[in-house]
């Protein structure tokens, strides 16, 4: 079993700041791919950030150039810097993760999402 927890969310003004956090816990072997994905109301799910355990990132559009993802393997946490918050940044925010488990079960795990509400 795999949890993802995240952290981070809040009410913040346009042009401000978050970073989200993802900390991961339970019968971990390694983690692969891990994510931040985002769903405002009425809308589908939609990737935002992801990262390969070597490293490689990719990025929407949408977010190229203020949002940052990063990880730190030795915490088993994600991280997402976003700077110049938009409105439409607006949306709940959840974690994924590809976890190898301590007896080499896969999981494609979710968090429980953060709130991000920007607005004036």
């Known amino acids: 079993q795999v949890q993802l927890v995240e952290s981070g969310g809040g009410l913040v003004q346009p042009g401000g700041s978050l970073r989200l956090s993802c900390a991961a816990s339970?019968?971990?072997?390694?983690?692969?791919?891990m994510g931040w994905y985002r769903q405002a109301p009425g809308k589908q799910r939609e990737l935002v950030a992801t990262s390969t355990s070597g490293g490689s990132t990719r990025y929407a559009d949408s977010v190229k150039g203020r949002f940052t993802i990063s990880r730190d393997n030795a915490k088993n946490t994600l991280y997402l810097q976003m700077n110049s918050l938009k409105p439409e940044d607006t949306a709940v925010y959840y974690c994924?993760?590809?976890?190898?488990?301590?007896?080499?079960?896969?999981?494609?795990?979710w968090g429980q999402g953060t709130q991000v509400t920007v607005s004036s």
């Open positions: 339970g019968s971990i072997f390694s983690i692969n791919a």
């Open positions: 994924n993760a590809v976890v190898t488990s301590t007896r080499a079960y896969v999981f494609d795990s």
